[in-house]
């Protein structure tokens, strides 16, 4: 069975306990749902693994520690064979796995509509010499009070995020359903929730691990069809 993880939307809290951590809290929520067929569990993470043609430190970090430790055989609670989990990075997608998809990490600077109100503020403490009230003029102008200086508000300030990620889970989803299999989706971001409709229609069954409780996911989670979508909370 492939189990898709977004591996961001992990609690950071789980994820400092190491990827063994994890893949073994994942796999235990998932215990009831696998049968016997499912001798072989293959992780694949999603993230933002490449920074333009690199790899992010992420993800050679995580390289690093699945050569360590996986493959890994798991067990039940009952002592019985679960099956042989395998991880690996998400570099590709399932249906074209010959074409890395870079440039998925990636830094931004401001958006262009943001503006600084003129000093001076009714909040602040010290109004007659506020120390960053030349800043206003840094952030509505995009040049530095100073004429000789190069800097610009993308100079300080930036934004790292992740781009093609939710697509990428969706594709693969799609792909499991367009060659019938079942798979399991480990997320709890409402945007996959097109790609798991889409793959039902199809006729496929989707397990979905998220971290909310049931009861308060996307209503439109809770209109899918069962047994074909079943949703397991993350404890």
């Not at 893949?23 to 569990?41: F, G, M, Q, Y």
């Not at 300080?156 to 499991?176: F, S």
């Amino acid at each position: 069975m492939d189990i898709l993880v977004d591996y961001d939307n992990i609690e950071r809290a789980i994820r400092h306990m190491g990827l063994e951590h994890v893949v073994r809290k994942i796999a235990d929520v998932l215990e009831p749902c696998i049968d016997t067929s499912h001798n072989r569990l293959d992780f694949r993470l999603y993230g933002g693994w490449y920074e333009g043609r690199n790899l992010s430190r992420m993800a050679q970090r995580l390289l690093t520690e699945i050569r360590r430790t996986f493959p890994l055989a798991l067990g039940r609670k009952n002592g019985t064979p679960l099956g042989v989990v395998n991880v690996n990075l998400a570099l590709s997608l399932m249906c074209d796995p010959r074409t890395t998809v870079t440039h998925t990490f990636r830094t931004r600077g401001l958006p262009p509509n943001i503006r600084c109100e003129s000093p001076p503020w009714l909040s602040c403490v010290n109004k007659a010499s506020c120390p960053i009230a030349d800043l206003t003029s840094l952030f509505n102008t995009g040049l530095c009070p100073e004429t000789s200086c190069p800097v610009t508000p993308e100079t300080i300030l930036c934004k790292q995020e992740q781009k093609m990620v939710d697509t990428m889970i969706v594709a693969d989803i799609l792909h499991h359903s367009a060659i019938k299999s079942k798979c399991a989706v480990v997320t709890s971001d409402d945007d996959i929730w097109p790609g798991i409709k889409a793959a039902i229609i199809a006729g496929s069954d989707i397990l979905h691990v998220q971290k909310n409780p049931v009861a308060t996911i996307f209503p439109l989670f809770r209109a899918l069809p069962s047994p074909q979508y079943q949703c397991i909370q993350m404890v």
